[in-house]
């Protein structure tokens, strides 16, 4: 059984492969016209095309406090649908990049993935006889990258299974396999992808079987440190839009916009009155008057900035 710590590694390796972060991106959207997965979101990218988005974004609609869980449940019967349209939802796309702020949706997505990735992958380790952190980790790669089931079975068949090559034997053959698979895809995107493989293989070479730490990925480095670092959080900037925006962040504003003598409903929902609001304050001190609540306007009506 793995460590936390081990567990941690290993989850990190593969969140800088899908988002090029030691903890992953919890914002990031992605949507390109050779994926077949289509609209892509979160620490480890889920899809819109394999129904994963769905469930995701109806788990955070559902969670306690979610701030954007008003906006995004109108898109629920959409990503339900697996509509297309959703791959270049401007509007959809911003809301899923705010909502990925949300300490409710990281905390939904750490739950989620673990139940639909991490979990699965560590089962199927089991099942194939691979105990070590770092075999975990090549299923667990496959798990989220796609086709570890296809791959498996076609290592099995050409060099045997874990029981009767050994574990180490039998990931470096699955790597070898995997890596062929990847570079003669007629998918140019999983042909970017060889990398993952070669990084893995890497490892192998080092004989880090246990992941021990510190490990350097793709020019990161993952430790202590940057497994147990806290997030920091941006905030949004607030401004008028369709749905309109909003959650606490938008109740700090209304109530800081009430104390210098605004008179509004302290009601988290950013519309006109707010903007009619923020952009008489803005005019008062001689800020650009756009509306939209940035570093200056934040720090004028002394809102913290975390």
Not at 22 to 48: A, F, I, K, M
Not at 66 to 95: M, V
Request: charged share 20%.
């Amino acid at each position: 059984m793995l460590t936390d710590l081990q567990k941690k590694a290993v989850q990190a390796i593969v969140n800088i492969f899908e988002t090029g972060k030691v903890l992953g991106d919890y914002s990031n959207v992605t949507s390109h016209p050779q994926d077949p997965g289509g609209l892509t979101y979160g620490r480890s990218q889920t899809t819109l095309n394999s129904g994963n988005l769905h469930l995701l974004i109806k788990d955070y609609c559902n969670a306690v406090n979610a701030e954007f869980a008003a906006q995004l449940t109108s898109y629920l019967p959409r990503l339900k649908n697996k509509d297309r349209g959703l791959n270049n939802d401007q509007n959809l796309h911003n809301i899923l990049r705010q909502a990925g702020k949300d300490a409710v949706m990281q905390s939904v997505q750490d739950t989620f993935f673990d139940r639909i990735y991490w979990n699965p992958s560590v089962n199927s380790a089991n099942d194939q006889g691979i105990q070590t952190a770092l075999g975990v980790a090549v299923v667990y790669d496959s798990v989220i990258h796609g086709s570890w089931a296809k791959m498996c079975d076609r290592t099995n068949e050409r060099f045997g299974t874990v029981a009767n090559i050994g574990e180490q034997t039998w990931i470096k053959h699955y790597i070898s396999v995997r890596r062929d698979w990847l570079a003669n895809s007629n998918n140019s995107l999983l042909r970017k992808t060889v990398y993952r493989m070669d990084i893995l293989q890497e490892i192998i070479n080092s004989q880090n079987w246990d992941l021990a730490l510190p490990l350097t990925v793709r020019g990161l480095i993952i430790n202590d440190k940057s497994l147990n670092e806290q997030f920091s959080f941006t905030p949004r900037s607030l401004r008028l839009q369709q749905p309109f925006m909003q959650g606490k962040d938008v109740v700090e504003l209304q109530k800081a916009l009430v104390k210098v003598g605004f008179q509004m409903a302290v009601d988290g929902i950013f519309g006109p009155a707010t903007d009619k609001a923020v952009k008489q304050f803005q005019k008062d001190k001689d800020l650009i008057v756009d509306g939209i609540v940035g570093t200056q306007t934040r720090e004028l009506l002394g809102l913290i900035t975390h």
